[in-house]
């Protein structure tokens, strides 16, 4: 293994006091709880938006707390859920008259802990909302998991109920938006390379030379199979053919398309998948209103993509079009 760690126990420790000392006007950090919060958390006028789950996926979620995103973010460590005294902690500090609403990845540990802490803060008071993102079509059963999983599509979900929230829209508004957004939102990836959790040392998973997994998880979870590696286009191709086939999407949609890197993949790689993705959907008749090429949800240093569709209408277009800054970028 070849990485910029030193005790693997502080890896996550030490990225997060990186990312605050590079925004100390925008961000606060709360070592014990491996907390993230915008400076000017909490608000009265609007509510607090967090969200949480395993480090590794960078920039997701940490990065992403900002204006018109997050108010705070409790990762916990390496592809491990936060602890419930986390997460409870990080309700009561950006605790707002007017609520907080929880945005969670649909696994089994993240599950666990923000409805134990959604449920102790009930107890002393905060209004809380949880919502449960699952855009991953990957999964086919739940013979492994709790369901579909969320993957990349989170950052649709993110950006608008940030964006309502900063607009002064309630709780019981927020919960709308988001569950609107979540259920037309499609996503699958696929590894050509396996990552390498710094405590462990070594790679999550065996994947040879020639070939691929399709579907994988972002915690390097099994996907639909193993296959020979192919070239772009038919990759890309499967890739599209499973999310669009989903909903399913269909001629006449309008649809904000991303392509996420994994953490191992050039953004020229990126690009050419683009490409190839845009070339599929214009011959399905689906318009692309708006793009996403990066890294959004990672892990760690897989080499690998996915693509996810998220099907606009006015009024997720116009939230997804608002501004926001983050460490992440300005949107």
Known sequence: MKKFVNDPKNYVPEMLEGLALANPDTLRYVPEFNLIMRADAPRDDKISIVQGSGSGHEPAHVMSVGKGMLDAACPGDVFSAPPTDYVLETIKRVASPRGV?????????????????????????????????????????????????????????????????????????????????????????????????????????????????????????PGRRREELQDADAIVRELVDAVADDLPFTSGDRVALMVNGLGGTPISELYLVYGIARHLLDDRGIEVGRNYVGEYCTSLDMAGASITLSRLDDEIAELLADPAETAMRVF
């Open 101 to 221: 609403l929880l945005l969670v990845n649909n696994y089994t540990g993240d599950r666990m802990a923000f409805e134990m802490a959604q449920e102790f803060s009930e107890a002393e008071g905060t209004d809380v909302r949880t919502l449960f993102i699952d855009d991953d079509v990957s999964v086919q059963d739940s013979t492994y998991t709790v369901g579909r999983r969320g993957v990349a599509g989170n950052f649709f979900v993110m950006k608008a109920v940030g964006a309502a929230a900063e607009r002064g829209a309630g709780l019981d508004e927020a919960v709308r938006i988001g569950e609107k957004v979540n259920s037309v939102t499609r996503t699958m990836g696929m590894a050509l390379t396996a990552c390498t959790p710094p405590a462990k040392g070594s790679p999550l998973f065996d994947l040879p030379d020639d070939e691929v997994e399709m579907g994988v998880g972002i915690h390097g979870e």
